[in-house]
């Protein structure tokens, strides 16, 4: 369980945000946007509500997994400082995923299109290290393991709880999800412009 926790609290994550591109294109559909632009808010603010929600949700989930994990035996000495680097990596990661959740949630063409759009990031973890290590891995898949968002993430979550000295795999890892929340926030932003323009 100590090993397997940080891919599952990933998995976790990449389960819960399709409900989020859901929820936005049935907005779409539904004329709700329109109306909220009658309103003196702001543009994103709808956009920022259902990202907010989805991090809240995501957050009771991943407390629910680990409560289940201290029961199923899972223990770990890291202390204050490690769990909230924990947490604070997680909220990245939820943040980057929920971001990019709403491209499709914007832009499909279907129901089915717009939640589909999760299970890529779902089996992003079983071509890591969250599950057994990337060294056992053949040549092709090791080379991708090693050079993918997932196995920097699981690596600096598992080095926290573990107490390990943290390398170069948290700042990989933060630099994948700030990078990715950067990029998909700007495309997302784009797509929400055109979509109601």
């Not at 090993?3 to 998995?11: A, F």
């Not at 709808?46 to 009771?60: G, M």
Request: aromatic share 12%.
């Amino acid at each position: 369980m100590n090993y397997l926790l940080p891919g599952i609290l990933l998995i976790t994550v990449a389960s819960g945000i399709a409900y989020t591109a859901f929820r936005l294109f049935t907005d779409m559909k539904s004329g709700i946007f329109e109306r909220f632009q009658s309103m003196p808010t702001a543009r994103s603010s709808v956009l920022w509500a259902h990202v907010l929600t989805s991090l809240v949700a995501n957050s009771i989930s991943l407390v629910v997994v680990v409560l289940v994990a201290l029961l199923m035996g899972f223990r770990s000495a890291a202390g204050v400082p490690a769990w909230l680097a924990v947490a604070g990596i997680l909220i990245l990661f939820t943040l980057a995923l929920t971001w990019l959740t709403v491209i499709p949630g914007l832009s499909a063409k279907s129901v089915k299109g717009a939640s589909a759009f999760s299970s890529p990031l779902i089996f992003l973890p079983f071509i890591s290290s969250a599950f057994v290590p990337t060294d056992t891995m053949p040549g092709p898949v090791r080379a991708f393991a090693e050079h993918q968002p997932v196995t920097s993430i699981v690596n600096a979550l598992r080095d926290l709880f573990t107490q390990q000295a943290l390398g170069t795999d948290i700042w990989v890892a933060l630099t994948w999800c700030v990078g990715i929340l950067i990029v998909v926030f700007a495309f997302a932003m784009n797509t929400y412009r055109r979509r109601i323009s």
